[in-house]
């Protein structure tokens, strides 16, 4: 476990506050806007280590972008919409027993993975729909 700094406490206080998956460049512009003078590659660090710690989790989006968020401490993978950046933890008992299942067919063990279902949710769909379409696969922020 990393040691507690100021920059880090400051980190862990603003996901306190956040639903969803945000870049560190997110968590970095809340820090400034709130008057904080944490520099990027400090945020870089702190979120990188709170995810080390378990403290967050992370996903890569299609574009390869790192997201993090807080997250229960039990193993989930997560339905992502890539819209709105919606997140909903979820169990996945037939993908634990895959996972198991191949890798003792292959002779591996203490075996680890992650899984991210990206979509569209029922309220991007509808605003889509009642927009004419919109832009689909467009995350926003909140």
Same mark, same amino acid.
């Given at each position: 476990m990393a040691r507690t700094t100021r920059q880090r406490e400051a980190v862990?206080?603003?996901? @306190? /506050?956040?639903?969803?998956?945000? %870049?560190?460049q997110e968590v970095h512009a809340l820090l400034r806007d709130?008057?904080? #003078?944490?520099?990027?590659?400090?945020?870089?660090?702190?979120?990188?280590?709170? @995810? /080390?710690?378990g403290e967050?989790? %992370?996903?890569?989006?299609?574009?390869?972008?790192?997201?993090?968020?807080?997250? #229960?401490?039990?193993?989930?993978h997560h339905l992502v919409c890539r819209g709105c950046g919606r997140t909903v933890e979820v169990e996945g008992p037939a993908v634990e027993k895959w996972a198991d299942r191949i890798a003792g067919q292959h002779g591996f063990a203490d075996v680890s993975h992650t899984l991210e279902i990206f979509g569209t949710c029922a309220d991007c769909r509808a605003a889509e729909t009642a927009a004419g379409g919109g832009a689909p696969g467009e995350r926003t922020t909140a």
């Open positions: 862990r206080a603003v996901f @306190a /506050d956040l639903e969803g998956f945000h %870049s560190a709130g008057g904080d #003078s944490v520099g990027l590659s400090t945020v870089y660090r702190a979120v990188q280590s709170l @995810a /080390d710690d967050l989790d %992370s996903i890569r989006t299609d574009s390869g972008e790192a997201l993090y968020r807080r997250c #229960s401490p039990q193993h989930h």
